[in-house]
């Protein structure tokens, strides 16, 4: 499996904005599902969203959703999480996954449904 290397997160005040990017290398990424997870201190690892191969079909957690958005880019074997309008509770290690995928519209939100994971990036939102 091709690792999956994450950008900086970094310290950005509420109602800020961030970009994630997670990227690997290969040839098979336009075969991967793919999605976010966070965990904050001394909670467990939280779905944040996904998406199919197609790029086409997302899930996006109720936490985030109207604020977050999972793109891909297969050209450049990224994915991205744009987040909008951050809070303190958004303060997480964030950490993209993947996983081959049987067809091109399938979402996974299931940690132990992926095999590969990133090695995490930290995002602290100021109050």
């Known amino acids: 499996q091709e690792p999956l290397v ?14 994630l ?4 290398s290969g040839r098979t990424f336009g075969n991967y599902a793919l999605v976010w997870f966070r965990q904050a201190p001394g909670k467990e690892r939280q779905f944040v969203a ?8 997302t899930a996006t957690a109720d936490s985030v959703k109207g604020r977050f958005t999972i ?3 297969n050209a450049k074997n990224t994915v991205y999480l744009q ?8 303060t997480a290690v964030y950490f ?4 081959n995928s ?5 979402v996974f939100d299931v940690s132990s449904h992926y095999p590969n994971w ?6 602290t939102v100021s109050s």
């Open 6 to 19: 994450e950008s900086r997160g970094g310290l950005v005040q509420a109602g800020g904005s961030l970009r």
């Open 21 to 24: 990017s997670c990227a690997t």
């Open 50 to 57: 996904a998406i199919a191969r197609s790029g086409t079909i």
């Open 71 to 73: 793109s891909r880019d």
């Open 83 to 90: 987040m909008n309008s951050l809070k303190p509770e958004d």
């Open 96 to 99: 993209c996954a993947a996983r």
């Open 102 to 106: 049987p067809n091109s519209r399938t």
């Open 118 to 123: 990133g090695q995490g990036t930290q995002v």
